[in-house]
C-alpha cells in the first residue's frame, strides 16, 4: 500500500522561505511524477508542480518565480520551496503521487500559516 | 493557466442523480481526455475518482461515471448516497506540462 508522508513548518513569517518533505513508501518512487499541491483554507485545490525521480519539473506558472521542488533518490523523498511567502501562501499542502495524468494517492496534508 | 468553472453546489436526494460540470478551454479539458475528478470530505485530503475522463479507479462505486463534450467535462454521481455529501473538483492536463483545477463543487444530498 502506498504510503505519503510530509512535515515541515507549520507557522512562518512574511518573506520566509516555506520548506515541505515528503516521504515515499512502497510507491515505486522511481516510477512517477511527484507533486504538490495546496489548498487555502475555505477555498480550490492548485497545482503547484511536480518532479520525476531525476529531478526533471514542471511548475505553475504563476508560482514558477517562487518554487523549487528537489528529490533524495536514496531516501524516496522529494521536497518542496516557497520562497518570499505571503499571507497568501497560507494553505494546506500535499504531496501526491501522478499516475498518468492523474493522481492516486495524497499525503496527509500539512497546514502552513504566514503571519507575522 | 487557464481557468476551469464548476457550479458552486448542486443538491439532491437520496437516490436521485446529481451531474456537475467542468467547463475550461480547448487547451485545458477540450484538448486532451485527462480530467480527473475528486471527491474531499472535510478535513480529509482528495480522493481520485474518475480518471482519463471516463475511468473509475478500483474501488470506486459504479454510481460514478465521467463523460466530456467539446470543452466541458462532467461527473455523473447515479443514485445518490449520503456518504456523498462533499466536495467535488475536476482537474485537467492543459499541455506543457501543468495541470489545473476547478472552482470545486459542494454537492448536497438532501
Known amino acids: 500500500q502506498v504510503q505519503l508522508q510530509q512535515w515541515g513548518a507549520g507557522l512562518l513569517k512574511p518573506s520566509e522561505t516555506l520548506s515541505l518533505t515528503c516521504a515515499v513508501y512502497?510507491?515505486?518512487?522511481?516510477?512517477?511524477?511527484w507533486t504538490w499541491i495546496r489548498q487555502p483554507p475555505g477555498k480550490g485545490l492548485e497545482w503547484i508542480g511536480e518532479?520525476?525521480?531525476?529531478?526533471?519539473?514542471n511548475y505553475n506558472p504563476s508560482l514558477k518565480s517562487r518554487v523549487t521542488m528537489s528529490v533524495d533518490t536514496s531516501k524516496n523523498h522529494f521536497s518542496l520551496r516557497l520562497s518570499s511567502v505571503t499571507a497568501a501562501d497560507t494553505a494546506v499542502y500535499y504531496c501526491?503521487?501522478?499516475?498518468?495524468?492523474?493522481?492516486?494517492?495524497w499525503g496527509q496534508g500539512t497546514l502552513v500559516t504566514v503571519s507575522s | 493557466q487557464s481557468a476551469l468553472t464548476q457550479p458552486r453546489s448542486v443538491s439532491g436526494s437520496l437516490g436521485q442523480s446529481v451531474t456537475i460540470s467542468c467547463t475550461g478551454t480547448a487547451s485545458a479539458v477540450g484538448g486532451y481526455n485527462y480530467v480527473s475528478w475528486y471527491q474531499q470530505h472535510p478535513g480529509n485530503a482528495p480522493k481520485l475518482m474518475i480518471y482519463d475522463v471516463y475511468y473509475r479507479p478500483s474501488g470506486v462505486p459504479d454510481r460514478f461515471s465521467g463523460s466530456k463534450s467539446g470543452n466541458t467535462a462532467s461527473l455523473t454521481i447515479s443514485g445518490l448516497q449520503a456518504e456523498d455529501e462533499a466536495d467535488y473538483y475536476c482537474c485537467s492536463y492543459e499541455g506543457i506540462y501543468t495541470y489545473v483545477f476547478a472552482t470545486g463543487t459542494q454537492v448536497t444530498v438532501l
Open positions: 501526491a503521487r501522478e499516475n498518468g495524468f492523474s493522481i492516486d494517492y
Open positions: 512502497d510507491g515505486s518512487f522511481s516510477d512517477y511524477y
Open positions: 518532479i520525476s525521480h531525476s529531478g526533471n519539473t
